[in-house]
């Protein structure tokens, strides 16, 4: 479908919205993006129509939302090109998809004195499951640093990666900074010394093209609700060969196979890692997000977020005494600024008096914050239906904070 803003605008209801008696202006997408209607409808026809529990229910309700359950396993496969649909795990989110795989492949990897390699720009997800393991395991967590600008320098990475290497855990965009790594790059420098990675595709999905199969990772994270799905859905794709090795993270019904009171056996992969329950109607509404993604070209989206982020980055860069935190070359929509002289939260609670809806705080990201030595940022984050007239309004609108407090 043509890529037009005003059409595109008009599947999101919640941009009708009136905040303070001004016009909503979301830039809090980093935060959680807003649903069209698609994907609103998707869920209320299921429960209007479908709604049963799934998997081994003879009865025809349960068959109909079985199998859109499962279409939608094979939507997402083919959403990050994975080679088989029994590599797509449903979690409620990326921070259940991280915390899954530092525990049972942790267990399973991690000894006395191993080392975990994570960034100095990842979200609290990708650091605090892995401090939990290592502490567990009596391993360390090594940190890769970054420059100024917020980027990684693979001559500083590459002397990282050891024999006591065990785990590399990455963001695939940095939530706080709008770095683009160069993950690519760095997975095969891992591979080279044999060394798993998990990459953490919170920012990634639904602004950049996701090819887990070109990446060559071996686990990739992300949140359904970042990417126009619901709450509490969310994917881990992990390669067979590591998802056969692991050890179920979780207990319960369905990832089982047969029970006795002396042993367990457990359902073949992915159902071995979705005990209990699963979270139906939004993984039905993550399959209607990735259909309204793909009613368009993923490069069409990715050149507008990128003339936004252009088109702000100028903008901003004009205002006397604003200053950017993370510039690196490679971006994806977010931009992280301070004014001088004013506290983050004071310029956002101004802000959002006047409809313009920002993320204020250290973003879940503090080593981040320490790093450039400030307690946090005011953030902005684009998604597809953000234009440059917004941005006009937010520039205007810091004018208001810096008369009022500057
Ligand atoms: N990883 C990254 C890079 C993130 O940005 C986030 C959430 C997560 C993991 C966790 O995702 P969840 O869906 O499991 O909660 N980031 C943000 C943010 O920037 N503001 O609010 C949540």
Redesign the pocket.
């Known amino acids: 479908m043509p890529f037009d803003i005003n059409k595109i605008r008009k599947h999101f209801p919640i941009l009708e919205e009136k905040i303070n008696n001004n016009s909503l202006i979301y830039f809090d997408n ?2 959680t993006s807003q649903k069209p209607l698609q994907v609103i409808e998707r869920i209320i026809d299921y429960y209007k129509k479908e709604n049963c529990n799934i998997h081994r229910g003879v009865h025809t309700l349960s068959q109909k939302a079985t199998r859109a359950f499962e279409e939608t396993r094979v939507k997402v496969k083919e959403f990050i090109n994975a080679e088989s649909s029994h590599e797509v795990v449903f979690t409620k ?4 998809s991280i915390n899954l795989v530092a525990n049972s492949l942790g267990e399973k990897l991690l000894q006395e004195g191993d080392e975990v390699l994570v960034s100095a720009m990842e ?1 609290h ?2 650091l605090v499951p892995w401090q939990m393991v290592c502490k567990k395991k009596k391993a360390h967590m090594k940190v890769i640093p970054f420059n100024d600008k917020g980027e990684i320098i693979l001559e500083v990475f590459k002397p990282l990666l050891n024999s006591r290497t065990k785990i590399l855990a990455l ?1 695939h ?3 706080a900074l709008g770095t683009i790594n160069p993950v690519k790059e760095m997975i095969a420098m891992a591979h080279e010394k044999d060394i798993p990675v998990l990459i ?1 595709g ?2 990634a999905a639904a602004h950049i093209e996701i090819d887990v199969q070109a990446l060559d990772c071996d686990f990739y994270c992300f ?1 359904g ?2 990417m126009y799905a619901p709450m509490g859905s ?1 994917v881990l794709f992990g390669k067979q060969e590591f998802l056969e090795m692991m050890e179920p993270y979780q207990g319960g019904g369905e990832m089982v196979d047969t029970v006795t009171f002396e042993e367990t056996t457990y359902n073949e992969l992915p159902f071995k890692f979705e005990a209990g329950t699963p979270n139906v109607e939004s993984i039905l509404g993550m399959g209607a997000a990735i259909d309204f993604v793909r009613e368009y070209d993923l490069h069409e989206i990715r050149k507008h977020e990128e003339e936004l982020l252009k088109y702000g980055t100028e903008a901003l860069s004009r205002i006397e005494g604003l200053k950017i935190y993370g510039t690196a070359k490679e971006k994806s929509g977010i931009i992280s600024f301070l004014l001088d002289g004013i506290h983050p939260y004071d310029a956002g609670t101004i802000l959002d008096q006047l409809g313009i809806e920002v ?1 204020t705080g250290h ?2 990201a503090q080593p981040v914050m320490d790093r450039y030595l400030i307690p946090g940022t005011v953030r902005v984050s684009f998604a597809i239906y953000n234009t440059m007239k917004e941005i006009d309004k937010l520039v205007g609108g810091l004018d208001t904070v810096k008369k009022m407090l500057g």
């Open positions: 980093a935060a989110g990326t921070t259940e979200h997800s990708n963001s965009i940095s939530n953490d919170a920012q949140s609700h970042k969310g993320r973003h879940c």
